[in-house]
C-alpha cells in the first residue's frame, strides 16, 4: 500500500536549520504531488510548500519565503525540506501528504499522509 514516512524532526536553536525527510512507497514514483504540511499546537493545519512530478513546486504561505526549499529525490523516492533560519512559531508537526490522482499541488483532496514528524524551534 502506499505509505509515507516523516523524518528529522527535532528540538532546535532559532536560527538552526533542518532537513526534513518524506519517504514514499506503495506507487510509481513519477506521476505524483508530494507536499509538506504543518499544524501548530492549538492551531489548524496550513500547507507550506508542494512538488509536482507535473508542475513543479507550489508555495503555500508566505511566511516561510526565503528560508524554507523543497526538493526531491527520485531515486530515493524521497521528498525534502529544508528549514533555515528557524523561528519559534515554526515549531508545529510537519506532516507529507502524496496526491496520486490529480497530481498537480491542490489545496484539497490528498489521499494519503505521513504520521508526522515534531519540530520544536527554541527561543
Not at 7 to 36: E, H, K, M, N, P
Request: net charge neutral; aromatic share 12%.
Amino acid at each position: 500500500e502506499v505509505q509515507l514516512v516523516e523524518s528529522g524532526g527535532r528540538v532546535v536553536q532559532a536560527g538552526g536549520s533542518l532537513r526534513l525527510s518524506c519517504v514514499a512507497s506503495g506507487f510509481t514514483f513519477d506521476d505524483y504531488a508530494i507536499g509538506w504540511f504543518r499544524q501548530a499546537p492549538g492551531k489548524e493545519r496550513e500547507g507550506v510548500l508542494c512538488i509536482s512530478s507535473y508542475f513543479g513546486i507550489r508555495s503555500y504561505t508566505d511566511s516561510v519565503k526565503g528560508r524554507f526549499s523543497i526538493s526531491s529525490d527520485n531515486a530515493k523516492t524521497t521528498v525534502y525540506l529544508q528549514m533555515n533560519s528557524l523561528k519559534p512559531e515554526d515549531t508545529a508537526v510537519y506532516y507529507c501528504a502524496a496526491d496520486l490522482i490529480t497530481p498537480r499541488c491542490r489545496v484539497d483532496g490528498w489521499d494519503y499522509w505521513g504520521k508526522g514528524t515534531l519540530v520544536t524551534v527554541s527561543s
